[in-house]
Each structure stands twice: as structure tokens, then as C-alpha cells.
């Protein structure tokens, strides 16, 4: 297939489109840059996108995963407003144009986040459960709706509501390792809340498997069918490390650090099974966490 992506940079991005190029598919990119052959120029904040050059890179698949950092700096109204505005702009933009070309793709796959299930404590969530309430909630909500128009011309839409990540090498992992492998790491408040996460190996192969299941749409939840407590997976980090997991981070500072972030991503959980998934038959390779770890950290 011809596929084009966003967020090439990032850490899903990156794996993503190289095991599509070993794959065999051919990649186009979505870029702020300079065009050229194979991408496509476009500035979200600006309303603009290269049609011309998305016409003649005519994409049979779409993956969309760009958008801010949310958990590069403390929260301030200008910068929620700038996380939000980079997801649903960006998305109403590339929904829009897709949907007016003569021969839109077949597909749209679009990132969302088990955010939008918002602190659901103990709960059992599939991609039919509602959704929470709070900011991340908020975005996540507008975010899968931006697509609309996409959906709206026939094109099969997906939003991949996606866990943590795990991968060493970037993400909430990555900045997690320099303390555990100290042996400061643990707990997180009273480490109760749930955390729904994905290795990224899973993640990519399950938008591989997406892209090639015509049967899948709408929303699917892109985690572990095993979400684990704070507590257990600071534990089980601390194993794959052969270091001590034992000191807990008190709410109170990681708020006073951290602000409104902190309870939003840090705090607070939903407990998210991946149904749709497992019902299309995806098999993951990584379903329990000391595994997924352990070839995360490769050992």
C-alpha cells in the first residue's frame, strides 16, 4: 500500500514506518517542511496542506499520529490550549482534505488515548464505555470527532486510543529509568490507580493489523489485555532492573511539582481492555508486563 504518516518523529512513528518499509509498503510523510517526492507539506496552525502533492502521493492508507507532547512541562491554560489545538486543528485539517480528494484513501487510522476514558478507579473499560470527564477526556472527545469528515466521505476511520507506551528509548519509560535504575524509583500516590499500557512492538502491529482488517472502524483500544495498579508496575520495573521499587512519590509533591498534570496523568488511572482487538483476531506478543519490560529494557 501506499501509506502516509504523521508524527514520523516520534517514537510510534519512527517503528511504525520502518516495519511498514520492511513491509514493503511505500511512505509518504506529512511534514512542516519543506515538499518533495513522497511528502507532503502542511501547517496545521496555519490551515494549510499541500493537496496538490497529496493527490499525487494518492495514499491507500492514512496514519496519524502527530501532536504535542503532553507531559513535556507543567500545564498552564496557554499550554492545554496548545495540546489540544495540535490534535483536533491538525486532525480537522487532514480529515478535511482527505475527504475532498477524487479517490480518498481506504483508511484513516487516527491516535487518540485512553484519556478519553478519564479516572475510572477499578472499572473495566472496552471501546464502549463512555467517556470520562476532565481535560484529557475533553480532548480526546473532540480529537476522535475531528475526523468526521473523513468518515463522512466513506473512508474507514479508526481512533487508536493508545496506553504507555514502552519502549527505553523514549516515552513515560524512558524517563522513568534513571531513577529505578538508582533504586529510587516507586509507587505513585498510593499507587491504586490503573495503567493501561502497550509495548510498542504490540502497538505497531496492531496498526499494521488494523490497516489490513477492513472489518475494524471506529474506536479500539490499543493496550495490554492485562492493565496493571501503579504499584504493580513500579514493582515489576524495579524486577526487570534487579533494583528496589519501594519509595513512593506522595501526591502532595508530586502536585506541587507537577500542578494539574500530575493528577491527570499521574494519579489517577482507568483500567482499559483492548476488546476489539482481541476480537479481530490481533494476537499480542507482549501481553503480560515483566516480559514486555524485560525486552523493552532488552534483557
Keep these: 500500500m501506499r501509506v502516509l504518516v ?35 507539506h502542511w501547517d496545521p496552525a496555519r490551515d494549510v496542506i499541500d493537496t496538490v502533492a497529496l493527490a499525487n502521493f494518492a495514499p491507500d492508507a492514512v496514519v496519524h499520529l502527530a501532536g504535542e507532547n503532553i507531559a513535556a512541562r507543567r500545564w498552564t491554560p496557554v499550554r492545554k490550549a496548545a495540546i489540544c489545538d495540535s490534535r483536533v486543528t491538525g486532525t480537522t485539517l487532514l480529515a478535511g482534505a482527505l475527504a475532498a480528494m477524487p479517490v480518498p484513501p481506504r483508511v484513516l487510522v487516527s491516535a487518540s488515548a485512553v484519556g478519553y476514558y478519564g479516572d475510572r478507579h477499578n472499572e473495566m473499560l472496552t471501546e464502549s464505555s463512555r467517556a470520562g470527564r476532565g481535560f484529557l477526556a475533553e480532548t480526546c472527545l473532540a480529537w476522535e470527532a475531528a475526523t468526521s469528515k473523513a468518515a463522512e466521505r466513506g473512508i474507514r476511520v479508526v481512533t487508536l486510543r493508545t496506553g504507555l507506551v514502552l519502549d527505553s528509548h523514549g516515552g513515560a519509560l524512558a524517563k522513568m ?15 491504586k490507580q490503573y495503567m493501561s499500557w502497550i509495548a510498542l512492538s504490540d502497538l505497531v502491529a496492531a496498526i499494521r ?11 479500539v483500544n490499543a493496550t495490554s489485555p492485562y492493565p496493571v495498579t501503579n504499584a504493580e508496575f513500579t514493582r515489576g520495573l524495579g524486577h526487570a532492573l534487579s ?3 519501594i519509595l513512593p512519590a506522595p501526591a502532595f509533591v508530586l502536585r506541587l511539582v507537577l500542578g494539574e498534570l500530575a493528577d491527570a496523568l499521574l494519579l489517577t488511572g482507568a483500567r482499559v481492555i483492548p476488546e476489539r482487538l482481541v476480537e479481530s483476531g490481533f494476537t ?9 519490560l524485560k525486552a523493552a529494557l532488552g534483557r
Excluded: C, N, Q
Design 243 to 245: 533494583r528496589p521499587a
Design 284 to 292: 499480542f506478543r507482549y501481553p503480560a508486563l515483566e516480559p514486555a
Design 209 to 219: 493489523h488494523i490497516l489490513s482488517h477492513e472489518s475494524i472502524s471506529g474506536p
Design 177 to 191: 529509568l534513571p531513577l529505578f535504575r538508582l533504586g529510587l524509583g516507586g509507587p505513585l500516590g498510593d499507587g
Design 6 to 40: 504523521s508524527g514520523v518523529s516520534g517514537l510510534v512513528g519512527t517503528a511504525l514506518t520502518r516495519a511498514l518499509t520492511v513491509d514493503k509498503h511505500m511512505i509518504g510523510t506529512l511534514t512542516r517542511l519543506g515538499g518533495g517526492a513522497g511528502h507532503v
